[in-house]
């Protein structure tokens, strides 16, 4: 996507080599024409790059992500203070620990070891699906979980289901309710139904 015009603020283009020293030398790699288009979700999964990656061009490393691992924890943290007492202001249980906050905060995490207790759970969940039709021949498919999905950044399609999120992604799935749904724990259920 073309950069706007210098009225508009827009995201550094100068690489954080400081996390991913690799991206300092690829910038010296792109021609003028290539300088003037920011990067935008290489991959395709939904919200790793709006919402985990926050659109920076320096955390668009496809699937050779794992090392972006630290900073998705301290996103989810972040993420996780906004969502989850809204999650709980509905009368839902939320996978994120926000100590019982009636309301949101905005809270940000500089290191990992202050996050990982917060966001564990919804990191290694299982997400359950609204029903079975996802599994079209019944097979015993196991459920996806948030680190599986966004490590690495592939939208990987699984053929013996319907594609649908997180299996693959389909023009009708509604990916920021799956997203926002990664909040929720997913071991409790309301009228009889687990929370998915």
């Known amino acids: 996507m073309l950069k706007a015009a210098s009225k508009v603020a827009t995201i550094p283009d100068h690489p954080l080599w ?15 024409e290539l300088r003037k288009y920011k990067l935008v979700d290489t991959d395709g999964q939904a919200f790793a790059d709006a919402a985990l990656s926050e659109r920076e ?12 691992a630290p900073h998705f924890i ?10 989850g007492p809204s999650i709980t202001a509905l009368g839902l249980a939320s996978a994120f620990d926000h100590n019982n906050s009636p309301v ?18 919804i990191l290694f969940q299982e997400l359950n699906m609204p029903d079975d039709t996802w599994n079209r021949k019944g097979l015993p ?4 979980r948030a680190v599986d999905i966004f490590i690495p950044n592939v939208n990987s ?9 997180p299996f693959g992604r389909r023009l ?7 997203f926002l749904s990664t909040f929720l724990d997913m071991s409790a259920s309301l009228n009889g139904r687990r929370y998915h």
């Open 18 to 32: 400081i996390e991913h020293p690799h991206v300092l030398l690829d910038a010296f790699a792109l021609d003028d």
């Open 57 to 68: 061009d320096n955390r668009q490393l496809g699937a050779n992500n794992f090392w972006l």
């Open 74 to 83: 301290k996103r989810l943290g972040h993420l996780g203070w906004g969502f």
């Open 104 to 121: 949101s905060v905005h809270r940000t995490y500089e290191h990992v070891v202050e996050a990982f207790p917060r966001v564990k759970k």
């Open 141 to 144: 498919i196991p459920l996806r």
């Open 157 to 165: 399609i699984d053929l013996d289901t319907t594609g649908t999120w």
């Open 172 to 178: 009708e799935d509604q990916v920021a309710t799956r």
